[in-house]
């Protein structure tokens, strides 16, 4: 082995060594980074559920409300006539009259 590979050799060993261990995480601190992450999904799957159930609800009553206006709109159609009916039926009263 040459003197300059000699000198050489040892820092690379070195390198190569603390390259290799600087970047290896150990096992607690893994499952501390993980119970962190954890703890925040279940919080938002928490705030998830909460918003869900309250978008149903939601849709639930609008759902109610739409039912129950195409009902009032029936029975608002239903009464127009017969007030047309009314009103004809005055109309030709007050014609009868009107004659006599």
Same mark, same amino acid.
């Given at each position: 082995?040459?003197?300059?590979?000699?000198k050489?050799?040892?820092?690379?060993?070195?390198?190569?060594?603390?390259?290799?261990?600087?970047?290896?995480?150990?096992?607690g601190?893994?499952?501390?980074?993980?119970?962190?992450? =954890?703890?925040r @999904? %279940?919080a938002? *799957?928490t705030?998830? #559920?909460?918003t869900?159930?309250?978008a149903?609800?939601?849709?639930?009553?609008a759902?109610?409300a739409?039912?129950?206006?195409q009902n009032?709109?029936?029975?608002?159609?239903?009464? =127009?006539?017969? @007030? %047309?009916g009314? *009103?004809q039926?005055? #109309?030709?009263a007050?014609?009868k009259?009107?004659?006599?």
């Amino acid at each position: 082995m040459s003197p300059a590979l000699k000198k050489i050799a040892p820092l690379g060993v070195i390198l190569v060594g603390s390259l290799a261990l600087g970047g290896c995480a150990t096992k607690g601190f893994v499952r501390e980074q993980v119970a962190t992450v =954890n703890q925040r @999904v %279940d919080a938002l *799957e928490t705030k998830l #559920q909460t918003t869900d159930s309250t978008a149903q609800q939601a849709l639930a009553e609008a759902q109610s409300a739409s039912g129950q206006a195409q009902n009032n709109a029936q029975r608002i159609e239903q009464l =127009n006539g017969r @007030v %047309d009916g009314v *009103e004809q039926r005055m #109309q030709e009263a007050q014609r009868k009259r009107a004659r006599n």
